[in-house]
Structure formats: structure tokens, C-alpha cells
């Protein structure tokens, strides 16, 4: 067999990231794009139409898209291509935590049974099925993402568009996972493959009050943060998709996921993940970080 090939569906914030890391680790790697192709050394973009020779030569498969009302657009498309592709030994499925569901504050972690509560939650969950029975051929992996962020989408954006909310509801604390972190796990499990349909979580390892990394965010910045806005004022402007996100409460562990995996988070918190994006801006500008 030649060099493995990873087929990136969706060169998006995560898929895009993957695909450099692996890139810079002498993969050969091609991805889908639907717009502009990124100009990315060392990985080719191809229209998400176009894609069945890429399949075709495949060794691995990460699929980055969300579904939407009408399923899975990568499965929709290409099932049947993905099911009888000769040379595919490795699925990974980029989810979400949102379908552990509403669990008032509480703790889930990987061995925690579904319970989706939303439309949002329902479709990616039955994404995940769907993906998990290609696993008679191949090894798939589930990666569940808390809340994703990274240079570019960070609370530092939101603040200096000035459109960050500091809205303040006591006890509803939630995980996030930032980009690298995203890249380092799924190269990870893909050099550790499970023969079998693995869940992956993929959440830093403190939960944090969205108020809190605002907070953190402006001093970091050296400004002040916008004024509290309770929870109770804040929901009726809200879109369902933000009364979707603060209705369900839940603190997602990955530890099991860093000990399968043999890593460590590099951002174990929302501090370490927001310090790390300043000192790369300011360092590209001579600056330094306080």
C-alpha cells in the first residue's frame, strides 16, 4: 500500500486546521470546499462535487460537515462511495457534545449515553449512526466538540467588534476545546486506531461560566469588560439556536479521551487557550504579552 492519503470533507475552521497539521506531519492530504479554495501549502483543495477520485485513493476520512434538516451532506452524497472505498482503513466524524443533552450541571463523559434534546442535537446524533455503521470495514471515530475556538474566534474578536455579552448565569458552566487541540487529538487517534466505533470528547478540563472568559478575555486585553447582563434579560432577544445553547447545562469530561488518545490537552482551560492566541498576535507584531 502507498502513503496514506486523508480525505478532508469540509476545509472549514477545524477540518482546515487537521488537515495543515497533518500536512506538516508529511500526510498527503486533499479536501472539499463549496467557496474559495484556502491557499494552504501541502494541501489540495478540490469542489465538494468532485470529489470521488479523492475517495477513491483515500486511506482516511474525516468528515467535518454538520448535518442539517435533510441529514448528513457528506453521506448523502457519497454513502455508497464511502462504503466501497478500497483503500479506506480509518473514519473520523467531527460531532458535537450537544447531543449529551440538558443534564442539569452535571458531569457526562464518554461512556454516557446520548440524550438529545433539541433538533440541532437529534440530527447529530443520527449523523454519528449513520457513520458508525461503516465500521464493519474500517475504524470510525466519533469525535463529540464542546465549544470550539481559536485564533480568529475567540472572545478577543468578540470584544473588539464590540459585540461581546457578559450575560451571567450562575452555574451554567460549559466546556470548550481549542482548534489545536482539535488537530492534535484527531492525528492522535488516527495513529492509535480502535477496531471498533470509538467515542472521542473532545472538551478542555474546566467548564467555565461564559461571563468568566469574557472577563478573562478583557483583562488579558487590558480593557474593561461590557456591563452584566443577567441571563433572564438577555433570553427574550435571544435566537432559537442561543436559547438552544444556554437551555441545556452540562460539564463534559475528556479525560478518558486524553488517556486512549496518550496526549494532553496543550490548552487544558480557556486561559491557557486565550493566552496562547494574544502572545501569537503580539508576537507577530514584536509585542509581548503581560
Known amino acids: 500500500m502507498g502513503d496514506p492519503i486523508l480525505l478532508v470533507f469540509g476545509l472549514g475552521y477545524s477540518g482546515l486546521a487537521v488537515a495543515r497539521a497533518a500536512a506538516v506531519e508529511g500526510w498527503r492530504v486533499c479536501g472539499t470546499v463549496r467557496g474559495a479554495a484556502p491557499a494552504t501549502e501541502g494541501v489540495r483543495a478540490m469542489r465538494f462535487e468532485a470529489a470521488e477520485p479523492a475517495l477513491a485513493e483515500a486511506t482516511h476520512l474525516l468528515a467535518t460537515a454538520p448535518p442539517d434538516a435533510a441529514g448528513d451532506p457528506v453521506l448523502a452524497r ?15 466524524y467531527l460531532s458535537s457534545t450537544g447531543v449529551y443533552g440538558d443534564r442539569g450541571g452535571a458531569w457526562v463523559d464518554e461512556a454516557t449515553p446520548p440524550a438529545p434534546d433539541s433538533p440541532r442535537a437529534l440530527r447529530r446524533l443520527a449523523a454519528e449512526r449513520q457513520w458508525a455503521e461503516l465500521a464493519d470495514r474500517r475504524a470510525v471515530d466519533l469525535f463529540r466538540l464542546a465549544g470550539i475556538y481559536g485564533p480568529g474566534r475567540s472572545a478577543f474578536d468578540a470584544l473588539r467588534a464590540g459585540t461581546a455579552r457578559r450575560i451571567v448565569r450562575p452555574g451554567h458552566a460549559f466546556g470548550r476545546i481549542h482548534r489545536d487541540d482539535i488537530a492534535a487529538a484527531v492525528l492522535a487517534a488516527i495513529r492509535a486506531p480502535a477496531p471498533c466505533v470509538r467515542v472521542l470528547n473532545l472538551a478542555d478540563d474546566e467548564p467555565a461560566e461564559s461571563a468568566v472568559v469574557i472577563e478573562e478575555a478583557a483583562r488579558l486585553l487590558g480593557v474593561a469588560p461590557p456591563p452584566p447582563i443577567a441571563y433572564a434579560d438577555a433570553e427574550p432577544a435571544m435566537s432559537p439556536m442561543a436559547r438552544s445553547f444556554w437551555a441545556a447545562n452540562r460539564k463534559v469530561s475528556g479525560a478518558a479521551t486524553q488517556a486512549a488518545l496518550g496526549l494532553r490537552w496543550r490548552y487544558p482551560s480557556y486561559r491557557e487557550g486565550l493566552r496562547a492566541i494574544l502572545a501569537a498576535e503580539r508576537d507577530q507584531r514584536g509585542e509581548s504579552v503581560t
Open 78 to 92: 457519497y454513502g455508497a462511495a464511502i462504503a466501497g472505498a478500497p483503500h479506506l482503513r480509518w473514519i473520523g
